[in-house]
């Protein structure tokens, strides 16, 4: 597999953020190879690359910083980049935060696939793992073991009726991206939201963006839901974003995670990409 961008540039009109509710257009350029992917504040004349020594930790989203400008909740956008095999793009907005959409990675992947992909001349580079890499905090596990592929198997542990304990196993390649996690809705609980408002966040937040567990145990709007599994499906979806801050490279191992999030993906790729560099090689994808 080579490098790859998008063939067209193509505009994403009208999304609000998150946590911000400022809205901006997303606009996507094609770019050259090596370039990875880069996030450009027009309103600021700022570029910032997303990668792990451009990321800030953050408990709900992630976020990228470059000379005091920041962009915050790149991870699903992130995320369909890796899913879809994109290494090498621009992508402009005017605003702090990428807009939600619709909670999952579904706009931003069927925006991409209309624009079209282009394949570039050189090799894809990935991250081939030669040791296990483990990183733990309080109940937070997160380790990868060497693999031939890209493998994710996800536990999360909520104290809530509709969820608890439950394990997800997805194997990461452009089909199963396409069809088992590209629409995996983010989810948010009642009882945080008042909370998260006075904090001035989760400002674009509803119940057709969002996933919403209630107080009693159950899920308030069934509806916006495609899979029962689906919290669980979008903890892979937000670590596939994450783990892509390691220089836009795919990682080839098997990732186990139980309980982590923005911040601890975080730490983990920090951990194996600069305390580890005898446990991976980078190579060509074939
Ligand atoms: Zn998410």
């Known amino acids: 597999m080579n490098q790859t961008t998008i063939k067209n540039s193509i505009i994403l009109k009208g999304g609000v953020g998150l946590h911000s509710g400022e809205k901006t257009d997303l606009f996507f350029f094609p770019a050259e190879e090596d370039h990875g992917i880069v996030f450009f504040r027009g309103d600021k004349k700022v570029k910032i690359p997303a990668n792990y020594k451009y990321a800030k930790p953050s408990a709900l989203c992630t976020t990228i910083e470059n000379k005091g400008v920041e962009v915050t909740t790149i991870e699903h956008l992130l995320s369909v980049c890796n899913g879809l095999g994109i290494d090498n793009m621009l992508i402009e907005l005017h605003g702090v935060e990428v807009p939600i959409m619709d909670g999952s990675g579904h706009e931003f992947y069927s925006a991409l696939q209309s624009a079209g992909l282009r394949q570039l001349s050189s090799p894809r580079k990935v991250i081939e793992i030669l040791e296990t890499v483990m990183y733990q905090e309080n109940e937070i596990t997160i380790f990868v073991s060497p693999s031939d592929r890209s493998n994710f198997t996800f536990s999360i ?130």
């Open 157 to 286: 542990d909520f104290d809530h009726k509709q969820i608890g304990q439950q394990e997800v196993n997805f194997q990461l390649n452009e089909r199963n991206y396409a069809e088992k996690i590209a629409k995996a809705k983010t989810f948010g609980f009642r009882k945080d939201y008042e909370k998260l408002l006075k904090q001035g966040l989760a400002k674009g937040a509803n119940n057709k963006n969002a996933i919403i567990l209630d107080d009693e145990g159950n899920i308030e709007n069934m509806e916006a839901m495609t899979w029962l599994n689906e919290p669980n499906l979008h903890k892979i979806l937000d670590q596939i974003g994450d783990f892509y801050l390691a220089n836009n490279y795919r990682i080839i191992g098997d990732v186990f995670s139980h309980k982590s999030g923005h911040s601890s993906h975080l730490a983990f790729i920090r951990k194996l990409m600069d305390e580890c560099t005898d446990k991976y090689v980078i190579v060509a994808d074939t």
